[in-house]
């Protein structure tokens, strides 16, 4: 089993700056697709962001440009570097680890980000 702690969330004011979460695992994460996602309150969880262990990433149309997603296998950690964050940035930020053509899912408790205007 994988356990998945985020940190490095906070209060952002106003908009327009920058925050980097980051998710360290208990173990290696190395095989893992791992990825970003956020639920805003009344909203559904929404993926954010992925990178698979060749580095291939993926993102949400809403922050392309703006973040960046990395790994670091030998530490076992993923970041997400948030740059010019907007309002609607505001959510709860969950770390994901999916093992490919596998049904383990591993999710963290997640990290709280608020972009205040």
């Known amino acids: 089993q994988v356990q998945l702690v985020e940190s490095g969330g906070g209060l952002v004011q106003p908009a327009g700056g920058s925050l980097r979460l980051s998710c360290a695992a208990s173990?290696?994460?190395?095989?893992?697709?791992m990825g970003w996602h956020r639920q805003a309150p009344g909203k559904q969880r929404e993926l954010v962001a992925s990178i698979t262990t060749g580095s291939r990433t993926n993102y949400a149309d809403s922050v392309k440009g703006r973040f960046t997603i990395s790994r670091d296998n030998a530490k076992g950690t993923v970041y997400l570097q948030m740059n010019s964050l907007k309002p609607e940035d505001t959510a709860v930020y969950y770390c994901?680890?999916?093992?490919?053509?596998?049904?383990?899912?591993?999710w963290g408790q997640g990290t709280q980000v608020t972009v205040s205007s």
């Open positions: 173990g290696t994460i190395f095989g893992w697709t």
């Open positions: 994901r680890a999916d093992y490919p053509s596998s049904s383990e899912v591993y």
